[in-house]
């Protein structure tokens, strides 16, 4: 992959509400799966305490673009597509 920026960044809310609809797991996955795929310098994650839209959760920020209701298998697709977005750009 060329360069070793990070081109994904994403920010998973780990407010209660999100963090009681499974966020945390999202977490735990996506760091297992960058970890297996040896993604370090491509994606990055942060967390924030809440992302204002906690009837829609978990809510996760890929890029600027949000995203709601993501589950650990969908965040896994979602970053997938980013990557592979990232990558046609060149």
Known sequence: MPGSET????????????????????LKTLQQYISDH????????TGSLCEG???EGPNVVINSDRHV??????????????????EEKG
Do not use: A, H, Q
């Open 7 to 26: 081109r994904v960044k994403v920010c998973i809310c780990l407010g209660s509400s999100c963090f009681s609809r499974g966020s945390n797991e999202s």
């Open 69 to 86: 209701g993501v589950t650990p298998g969908s965040l896994i697709d979602l970053v997938k597509f980013y990557i592979d977005k990232t």
């Open 38 to 45: 040896k993604l370090e310098n491509v994606v990055s994650i």
């Open 53 to 55: 839209r906690c009837k």
